[in-house]
């Protein structure tokens, strides 16, 4: 794990949720899987704030299900959607103020065909030219979207709502890449009905695994 990069400190969370994202952008997240670590390069994200913010799960107070988003910073925050794909936040904002940032793509760096494997393409056997053996599926589609990475990755709520991702020994840990902040485009967020126009979303500009 520690190979691949330092884990961010909670300070680094422990901030609005539109700054942690802007600065997410070009870090790890590192998931050990089986002892072997499977690692992406962030290249999208949200930012999701609190009471201000209508598209926000915390918009309707603290409940079981939020209870993370309204804890201690710099901990996973797993959600399903539309009863089929996980969704993997991080929770910002000092403890009993809500907000996240959620990882909408990531560029693949480590463990490319287990991640395949999981993704269900071809068994996992990833070639030179960037495509799945036996499928058409270019490696760019691996992690590219918040259901994709986190069926990438093994990510469920079950097995990770609520990890410390500060915790170099954490199955999941947000990690520094040691990597200059990229150039970065701001516009907003994507799939939400309500604050359709707030400026939330950042992305690595010209990066071709960003999500759309």
């Given amino acids: 794990?520690?190979?691949?990069?330092?884990?961010?400190?909670?300070?680094?969370?422990?901030?609005?949720?539109?700054?942690?994202?802007?600065?997410?952008?070009?870090?790890?997240?590192?998931?050990?899987?089986?002892?072997?670590?499977?690692?992406?390069?962030?290249?999208?994200?949200?930012?999701?704030?609190?009471?201000?913010?209508?598209?926000?799960?915390?918009?309707?107070?603290?409940?079981?299900?939020?209870?993370?988003?309204?804890?201690?910073?710099?901990?996973?925050?797993v959600y399903l959607v539309y009863g089929m794909h996980y969704c993997l936040n991080v929770s910002c904002e000092p403890e009993g103020q809500a907000g996240c940032v959620l990882i909408r793509a990531l560029e693949p760096v480590a463990g490319l065909a287990v991640m395949a494997a999981q993704r269900g393409l071809a068994g996992g056997s990833v070639m030179a030219d960037g495509s799945v053996m036996g499928a058409a599926v270019p490696v760019r589609l691996l992690a590219s979207g918040p259901g994709r990475l986190c069926q990438a990755l093994g990510i469920t709520r079950p097995a990770h709502n609520g990890l410390d991702v500060c915790d170099a020994g954490s199955e999941l840990v947000f990690a520094e890449d040691g990597l200059p902040l990229p150039d970065i485009e701001v516009g907003p967020r994507i799939g939400i009905r309500k604050a359709v126009d707030r400026p939330a979303r950042f992305w690595v500009r010209g990066n071709s695994f960003v999500s759309c």
């Fill in 1 to 77: 794990m520690m190979m691949l990069g330092s884990p961010l400190p909670r300070a680094f969370f422990a901030r609005p949720p539109d700054e942690v994202a802007r600065e997410l952008l070009g870090k790890l997240v590192i998931r050990r899987h089986s002892g072997e670590p499977l690692a992406g390069r962030i290249v999208e994200a949200e930012a999701y704030f609190g009471a201000d913010d209508p598209a926000a799960h915390a918009f309707a107070g603290r409940t079981a299900r939020t209870e993370v988003l309204f804890g201690p910073p710099g901990h996973a925050y």
